[in-house]
């Protein structure tokens, strides 16, 4: 199949939420989730944040694996940092959505349980998953 580069933008375009798409969108909808108590500063901080360390652990990784980056202490201790750096803007998840590390571990081993009943991993269940597990 061939898609023409205008006809896909136009494309996007068309299916891209108002907010996505206007400034005053945005800051309305903002605006609206602030107003019922979503912590919008701290929550983006803590999206682009994690995303962005996330990449940078990616990056060491990748360099490591296929691009012959020595596996040594000095890129260790460069990874560890870059996990620091994600849990800094996990804590601000955290302090946006009034939890805490504690409750995240036990939602996760919870959720995690249900999805693996024998106790360890299984390529079945991982990729027929119940309805509802996220």
Known sequence: MTVDPAKYIEFVAQTTSR????????????????????????????ALGITAE?????????????QGKPYDEANIVHMKKELGDIMWYIAQACMALDTDFDELMAMNVKKLSARYPEGTFDVHYSENRKEGDL
């Open 19 to 46: 907010p996505s798409t206007y400034f005053q969108d945005l800051g309305n909808r903002l605006a609206e989730l602030e107003a019922l108590g979503a912590d919008v500063p701290k929550m983006t901080t803590a």
């Open 54 to 66: 996330a990449g940078e652990f990616a990056e060491i990784v990748k360099k490591i694996f296929l």
